[in-house]
């Protein structure tokens, strides 16, 4: 006697086909989450590299101007004297994180204090010698750290 095949799939097919595409798609979505994970905390880095790129290259450029400079608060605070006023770079502590300031008197302005960062400045050190002016720059905000050395020449150093 002959049996008749029927059309169609089994309950244990219909299982193992539902299993195999469960794990695919929950493959394919750990693998979209640690990509996404990866690529903002790499962001993040290159936006704390940025912004210490952004405060070294404004210090440097003032720090080229200069005529003189001197250090206060064990080397954390930086008095630029230039031919048009002073400025100084310094650290302050607001809203439980340190901002870095820059604070002018220029003869066509009135005195005036900027932020160049806020809330990560880990640590900022001076060192004058001569004409040579050391900065060194610590970032750190969300569990990222940067740290940045630069040493820069004031042009119109008057000795």
């Known amino acids: 006697m002959k049996t008749?095949?029927?059309k169609g799939f089994t309950l244990m097919e219909l299982v193992f086909a539902t299993a195999a595409g469960t794990i695919v798609i929950v493959a394919a979505g750990i693998i979209m989450f640690v990509g996404h994970t990866s690529w903002n905390r790499a962001w993040r880095k290159?936006?704390?590299?940025?912004?210490a790129a952004y405060a070294m290259?404004?210090?440097?450029r003032s720090i080229r101007e200069g005529t003189s400079a001197k250090l206060e608060n064990d080397g954390r605070e930086l008095w630029l004297y230039t031919d048009e006023g002073w400025m100084r770079f310094h650290v302050v502590l607001g809203a439980d994180k340190l901002q870095l300031k820059c604070e002018k008197e220029i003869e066509t302005t009135a005195q005036n204090l900027v932020t160049i960062l806020?809330?990560?400045v880990e640590d900022l050190q001076f060192n004058v010698e001569g004409n040579k002016v050391t900065?060194?720059?610590?970032?750190?905000?969300?569990?990222?750290q940067t740290h940045s050395v630069s040493t820069v020449m004031m042009r119109n150093y008057g000795g």
Do not use: H, Y
């Open 118 to 120: 806020d809330d990560k």
């Open 57 to 60: 290259f404004i210090i440097s």
């Open 46 to 51: 290159v936006n704390l590299q940025r912004d």
């Open 4 to 6: 008749k095949r029927r």
């Open 135 to 144: 900065i060194a720059l610590k970032l750190n905000k969300d569990g990222m």
